[in-house]
């Protein structure tokens, strides 16, 4: 048996160490159980042919045809989606004990955190770079340049660093895996409710008001630009600031909810 | 009398592992622990006996810094909880009631993983895995996920990953519960070689068996308080003298249960003094 370490002071390198680790720990669950992660990938994917291909006759999009408005409004919400699986994969560590047994080591609050928020955006790429190419396989294309998609590229995972302190947030408020359902169905309206699949301006005008200031429709609209592709005619202060918006709004979520998540990370008292 | 106090005075007092005096914690209006105080000294293995609701959990999730007590104050490993929770937590193992382990994950890698939180180095931790899967009879499983690992192998690992830096001080929470007396007896014998090493044990149970078997002291915990303290046989004694003249069997730790605390240790209900107990 080896003998008792002396423990060693807090230390940034040790606060990395940390933080790597448990992303590590999220890149070994896709190792071990590639399935769901396929399956969380090309769930997006399906409802872009879905709703490209069944729903998109329909839709009178002005310039472009209705594939190249939907791809921006579901990458959007493909980032929208990282929500539910942050909410299933915290229930699950508080349901199996292993918040627990990392809450008694002596690893940071914030070690905890931003190990998962780093492995969440690692998802986010992937999950953008499927959707990406699913995105030109069926006709979507970027037309201002590789800078401003690139840009529009950061605007989703800054909506999406956002909606991971959501997440982490409501995980460890929901505890129970059972009630991450919740959350599941809850993100559709939050979902349908913005510019993602139809401009606003169709909707009775005090929907169409909340469904503009949605934070997924800031992103979409402002990627929507940066990657020039189509939008219904939208006018109204939030169409025209999109960019600002979308700048704006993930960071008001995060200011919001990184503090309360990592305050209810500490204060698992039960 | 005068000469055994003296005799037990003179006796080198053991260092103090675990020191709790006067905690006190409330979740709303149920009071969880109420005036809890408890010494447990270095190297031994002290069983908290109580029903379901007694305080036991609460008493151990304060000692082991995941729950701030309200009032009082507790030492572990010569650290307070409160003030000093990270030194604490290098210094200490927990066990709780449910195998708290990843279950995507292998064996191994669950034991890396937190051997890496726990900073070891990448190889460090990678043998310690290792040391510790062949240990607990695991290496077999070693590369197999969790989930398919049954009750008795999940509580071996679980007993293994707090065992990574060979604490000090170990915690225990009700460690058997659930597991078929087979697996049972295989978490004893881990805990009793643990004990030969050294490690200091707080163990809580339901089980007056387990105390029996396990542990040096025990104390038995009531309505947030401990209500006794002593080795097994001191606590069968105090009963004893009333029951001699009555029956001639030694008490049971069931019976000296009933005595202390009126109610009955599995079920926690109150049960009518009967002429045997009075």
């Keep these: 048996m080896s003998t008792f370490t002396a423990p060693q002071s807090t230390t940034t390198t040790g606060w990395l160490r940390d933080a790597a680790t448990l992303t590590g720990r999220v890149l070994r669950h896709w190792k071990r159980r590639p399935g769901s992660l396929v399956v969380s990938l090309l769930f997006p994917v399906l409802m872009v042919l879905m709703f490209g291909y069944l729903f ?22 493909t980032m929208l989606f990282g929500l539910e699986t942050m909410v299933v994969s915290v229930t699950t560590d ?31 790429i992937v999950a953008l770079a499927v959707m990406l190419i699913t995105g030109l396989l069926v006709g979507w294309t970027a037309h201002r340049g590789l800078g401003l998609a690139l840009g529009a590229i950061g605007l989703l995972l800054w909506l999406r660093f956002a909606f991971t302190w959501v997440g982490i947030y409501l995980g460890l408020l929901l505890k129970t895996p059972e009630s991450a359902v919740a959350v599941q169905i809850l993100v559709w309206p939050v979902g349908f409710l913005s510019s993602a699949f139809v401009s606003p301006d169709t909707m009775p005008g005090w929907l169409g008001t909340i469904a503009t200031w949605n934070p997924l429709s800031a992103t979409a609209t402002a990627i929507r630009d940066l990657f020039g592709n189509p939008d219904w005619n939208t006018h109204g202060w939030a169409a025209e ?12 979520l995060t200011a919001i909810f990184l503090p309360l998540a990592l305050a209810s990370y500490r204060r698992l008292d039960r | 009398m005068m000469y055994e106090e003296g005799f037990a005075r003179s ?24 005036g809890f105080s408890l010494d447990v000294g270095a190297g031994t293995v002290c069983g908290l006996l109580g029903p379901n609701g007694a305080g036991k959990t609460t008493a151990v999730r304060i000692l082991t810094t995941l729950t701030r007590p309200d009032s009082g104050q507790a030492q572990v490993a010569g650290f307070d909880v409160v ?42 931790a990678r043998r310690r895995a290792e040391e510790l899967l062949e240990q607990f009879d695991l290496a077999a499983a070693a590369n197999q996920p969790v989930a398919d690992y049954s009750g008795g192998m999940r509580r071996r690992l679980d007993l293994a990953a707090s065992l990574i830096l060979s604490p000090p001080v170990l ?16 978490v004893w014998s881990s805990i009793r070689s643990l004990v030969g090493s050294g490690t200091t044990v707080l163990l809580t149970t339901q089980y007056l068996e387990e105390a029996d078997q396990l542990c040096d002291q025990i104390a038995v915990i009531d309505a947030g308080q401990v209500v006794a303290h002593g080795t097994p046989d001191e606590l069968k004694a105090k009963v004893g003298p009333d029951r001699v003249e009555t029956i001639t069997r030694k008490p049971s730790l069931d019976e000296v249960f009933l005595h202390l605390t009126g109610h009955h240790p599995s079920t926690g209900r109150a049960e009518p003094m009967t002429e045997n107990t009075r």
């Excluded at chain 1, 998109?56 to 919400?77: E, H, N, Q, R």
Aim: hydrophobic content about 50%.
């Design chain 2, 83 to 124: 003030r000093d929770p990270r030194q604490v937590r290098y210094r200490i193992g927990l066990v709780g009631q449910n195998a708290s382990l990843d279950e995507i994950l292998s064996g191994c890698e669950n034991l890396v993983m937190f051997g890496r939180l726990l900073r070891l180095s990448a190889a460090a």
């Design chain 2, 171 to 186: 915690f225990l929470d009700e460690p058997t519960t659930g597991l078929d007396p087979r697996a049972r007896i295989d």
């Design chain 1, 56 to 77: 998109g006759g329909a839709m009178a999009v002005p310039d472009g045809g209705y594939m190249a408005f939907l791809i921006p409004g579901m990458l959007a919400m």
């Design chain 1, 241 to 252: 600031h999109s960019i600002l918006i979308a700048l704006i709004w993930p960071a008001v």
């Design chain 2, 11 to 34: 006796l080198p007092r053991p260092e103090v592992a675990i020191r709790a005096l006067d905690l006190g914690k409330s979740f709303g209006a149920h009071t969880a622990l109420d």
């Design chain 1, 94 to 124: 508080t349901a199996k004990g292993v918040t627990e047994r990392i809450r008694a080591m002596p690893v940071t609050a914030t070690a905890v955190l931003a190990g998962r928020s780093t492995a969440d955006l690692l998802n986010a």
